[in-house]
């Protein structure tokens, strides 16, 4: 009996023994398991500190640009609002973007009537639809522009005046060349210029490329059919940049009208004037172009055809060679204004080309041209109506 009773004893011991072992195991492993857990919590909730803080700064960050004033500006690396003061360059700005114009919330009211008369109306409509345009392009509403809050504001760097009053905001400003700027006024050139500086101020280097030398590309084969063209066949030009109240201002020496004629290697009869000069009808009687090519929408309200039909109020074209002869064109359409630099200078230069030298032109594909170009960077296809205004066939 006693032995019975031993042996329960020791196997009842054993058991309690055992469990307690268990017990302890079970306990240990829990308590592993919690602190292994919340070693990977603060693991995790570090790398997301880590990763939010990183994001923080990237979004805080700046770089520094160079503009064409030679000024270092300090801009944001993560742009979102910008005003654009003076300078044409919404539809460089669109082409920067392949085809919409995102974070600008201001620019110089006088660009929407502008925009109204070019295909960008309908490749960026949101320049007329969420823009708020805060004053005229001469004017410059510096407390208009800090009510909308822009990280970067994009000016004419040859505007001296305003350039001290931006400064004086303390927003990022960055200058872009117009005319006057140390650089010649060759729309060509400005152009690359302007995207340049955009790669610059987003932080994308590189990031236009392949656009620049698919205009390249077209230059060069329009300058290469030219060079071919015999200097007896080459009709002197001029380009009529305004007319206010009857009195003309054409281009002369150093604008974007004169690089333009230069490219096309044709006599600008108004090259010995300087600049955007005021002369008078009968001056240009006297230089008697043979081919006159009329400013775009934005700066000059002619048509064509008035032209040609002398029906212009109080004035008289009538006895010009280039009237006579029809030889008058003037851009309706196009990205902007084409006789300012713009996206579709590489275009414009075809047209300018393709007007001018109709025989030695007759076999270029200029419709092709413009439409591939239109479609492949704008992500736009042109309708019928616009490709007419284009190539001056209403």
């Known amino acids: 009996m006693r032995l019975r009773l031993k042996t329960a004893s020791l196997l009842f011991a054993s058991v309690l023994l055992l469990t307690a072992c268990a017990s302890n195991t079970n306990n240990n492993t829990a308590a592993q398991s919690v602190a292994e857990t919340t070693s990977e919590e603060s693991v995790t909730a570090a790398e997301e500190n880590e990763t939010e803080t990183k994001a923080g700064n990237e979004q805080s960050g700046t770089h520094m640009v160079v503009d064409h004033g ?26 920067y973007f392949e085809g919409s114009a995102p974070h600008i919330v201001g620019y110089s009211g006088s660009f929407k009537e502008t925009i109204s008369e070019t295909a960008l109306k309908n490749i960026a409509p949101e320049l007329l639809e969420s823009s708020d345009t805060v004053y005229a392009q001469s004017d410059l509403n510096i407390e208009e522009i800090i009510k909308l809050k822009p990280d970067v504001i ?11 009053i931006l400064a004086s905001s303390g927003i990022p400003s960055v200058g872009f060349a117009t005319v006057g700027a140390d650089s010649p006024a060759d729309p060509i050139e400005r152009y690359e210029q302007w995207l340049k500086l955009l790669e610059d101020v987003f932080g994308e280097k590189g990031k236009m490329d392949g656009f620049l030398e698919a205009g390249n590309k077209i230059v060069e084969d329009v ?7 015999p200097e007896d066949k080459r009709p002197s030009a001029m380009i009529l940049f305004k007319l206010i109240d009857g009195v003309p201002q054409v ?10 004629l230069q490219h096309l290697g044709v006599k600008n009869v108004a090259a010995d004037a300087n600049g955007f000069a005021q002369v008078s009808f009968e001056q240009i009687y006297d230089w008697n172009p043979q081919v006159l090519f009329l400013n775009g929408p934005g700066l000059l309200k002619l048509g064509r055809q008035d032209v040609i039909d002398n029906k212009v109020e109080g004035v008289d074209f009538s006895t010009i060679q280039a009237v006579m002869d029809e030889r008058v064109y003037n851009t309706t359409l196009g990205m902007w204004n084409w006789f300012t630099p713009n996206p579709d ?29 239109y479609q492949n960077f704008y992500g736009y296809e042109i309708t019928d109506e616009e490709m007419k205004g284009m190539l001056q066939l209403q």
């Open 345 to 373: 200078a590489p275009l414009v230069l075809a047209w300018l080309a393709y007007n001018t030298y109709p025989e030695e032109f007759s076999d270029y594909p200029l419709e092709t041209v413009i439409r591939e170009y």
């Open 154 to 164: 994009l000016y004419n760097a040859n505007n001296k005046e305003h350039a001290e």
């Open 223 to 229: 300058e290469t059919r030219i060079e071919n063209i």
């Open 251 to 260: 281009a002369g020496k150093g604008v974007f009208g004169d690089f333009w």
């Open 70 to 95: 030679g000024n270092q500006v300090e801009v944001p690396d993560k742009i979102q609002r910008i005003v654009i003061d003076q300078i044409p360059i919404l539809s460089t700005y669109m082409a």
